[in-house]
C-alpha cells in the first residue's frame, strides 16, 4: 500500500500525525505539502496577503501540476486529502482514471464558505471516501454528490497531548485556545464572572475583548508542545464549537482531556455520548445558567469535585481508543 497525503505539514497538522502514525505501521507513504507553494515566505503579513492573492492562481495550477506528476513519481495506490481546497476536479479524474483511490478527511465542513471552493464543491462526487466526525450531516453530504461518508471521530496526538509529570500548579483563571470567531467573542464576552481570562490563537488582535480588564489576549498560537502545560495549570479550560462548521465535536474534546485539563464545553447529545459525566458542559443560549457553572467551578468548597471530574476525564478519554494512531488504523482497514 502506498499512500499520497495531500495536505499543510508542520507539527501537529491532520497530514503530519497521520504520517507519524503511517510510518510506525511501515507503511509506505508521501507527503505533498501544497502550502510551501503557496506560502511566499516574506514575512510581512500584509505584503505576504497580497503577493499570495497576486500569484493565487499562478500556484494553483503549479499545486495540481506537481501532483499529478506524483502519480508516475511516487506511484501511490491511495490519494489522501486533507481539505483540498486548492485541487481541479480535473486532477483527480486523472487519478481516479489511474484506479487510484481517493479518500478526504477534511478538518472543515465541505460547505463552509470560509474554508471551502468551487474546486472542493465540484468534486464531492469523485471521492471514494470520506471520513467526518460530522454525522449529522451526511444525508445532506449525500444529498450533494458525497458517496461514502464514513464517520470517525476526533482525536487527540498522544506524542503532544499528554499529562505532564510536573507538580501540578492550577491557576483561578479561564484559559480558552481557538482562532477568532464572532460567536468566540459573543460567548466569551456573555461571562459575567470576575476572574482572568486568557485566550490564546490568532485573529483576537482587534477583538472588542482587548478592553475588558481581565482579559488577556496573547495573540499567539500555541505551540503543540506547550499545549498541556496551558491546559492543565488552568482551572478551567473553555471550549467553543465553530459555527461555521456545524460541529459537534472538535479535536479539543480529546485534546484538553487527555491533557489532563477540566473542560468546559458546549452541551449537546454526541459530546455526552462521548465524555458523558467525565466534563463540565454549558448551554450558551442560557447566559445566567453559564455563569452559575462557572461560579460554581471557582467555589473553594468544589474543587475536590471538579478536580475528580478532571482525572476521570483524562482516564476517560486515554483508555477508550481515542489516539491518532486508533483513527488511522481504523481508515487503512476501511482501505483493505
Not at 6 to 25: D, F, M, P, S
Not at 30 to 41: E, G, S, V
Not at 131 to 160: C, M, Q, T, V
Request: charged content about 25%; overall charge neutral.
Amino acid at each position: 500500500m502506498r499512500i499520497l497525503l495531500y495536505g499543510e505539514n508542520w507539527e501537529g497538522t491532520h497530514v503530519n500525525c497521520i504520517a507519524e502514525v503511517l510510518k510506525e505501521l511501515n507503511i509506505n507513504y508521501k507527503i505533498f505539502d501544497f502550502y510551501k507553494i503557496l506560502n511566499t515566505q516574506i514575512r510581512f503579513d500584509i505584503l505576504n496577503k497580497v503577493v499570495r492573492k497576486l500569484f493565487y492562481s499562478q500556484n494553483e495550477a503549479k499545486i495540481n501540476s506537481l501532483l499529478l506528476n506524483e502519480i508516475n513519481i511516487f506511484k501511490p495506490d491511495i490519494l489522501f486529502i486533507s481539505k483540498g481546497i486548492n485541487i481541479y476536479p480535473e486532477t483527480l479524474k486523472v487519478f481516479r482514471d489511474k484506479s487510484i483511490i481517493i479518500a478526504n478527511w477534511n478538518p472543515d465542513d465541505f460547505f463552509n464558505k470560509f474554508n471551502s471552493s468551487k474546486n472542493l464543491l465540484n468534486s464531492l462526487e469523485l471521492y471514494d471516501f470520506v471520513f467526518s466526525a460530522r454525522k449529522h450531516l451526511f444525508d445532506e453530504y449525500k444529498i450533494k454528490g458525497i458517496k461514502n461518508p464514513i464517520y470517525i471521530e476526533w482525536y487527540y496526538i498522544p506524542w503532544l497531548h499528554n499529562k505532564r509529570h510536573i507538580t501540578l500548579n492550577l491557576q483561578e483563571k479561564i484559559t480558552f485556545i481557538g482562532t477568532f470567531s464572532k460567536r468566540r467573542e459573543e460567548v466569551i464576552n456573555s461571562i459575567q464572572v470576575d476572574r482572568p481570562i486568557e485566550i490564546w490563537g490568532s485573529g483576537w488582535q482587534f477583538s472588542s475583548l482587548r478592553y475588558k480588564k481581565n482579559i488577556l489576549l496573547k495573540n499567539k498560537v500555541l505551540n503543540q508542545n506547550e499545549f498541556p502545560e496551558i491546559i492543565s495549570s488552568s482551572l478551567i479550560n473553555l471550549n467553543i464549537l465553530t459555527l461555521e462548521n456545524r460541529d459537534c465535536t472538535n479535536l479539543k474534546l480529546f485534546e484538553i482531556t487527555a491533557s489532563n485539563g477540566l473542560l468546559l464545553t458546549e452541551q449537546n447529545d454526541v459530546t455526552q455520548r462521548i465524555l458523558g459525566s467525565n466534563s463540565v458542559y454549558y448551554n450558551y443560549n442560557n447566559v445566567l445558567e453559564f455563569n452559575d457553572v462557572i461560579e460554581d467551578i471557582f467555589n473553594p468548597y468544589k474543587f475536590e469535585y471538579y478536580n475528580e471530574i478532571r482525572n476521570n476525564g483524562y482516564f476517560n478519554v486515554v483508555n477508550t481508543n481515542n489516539t491518532i494512531n486508533d483513527r488511522v488504523f481504523d481508515i487503512i482497514n476501511t482501505f483493505k
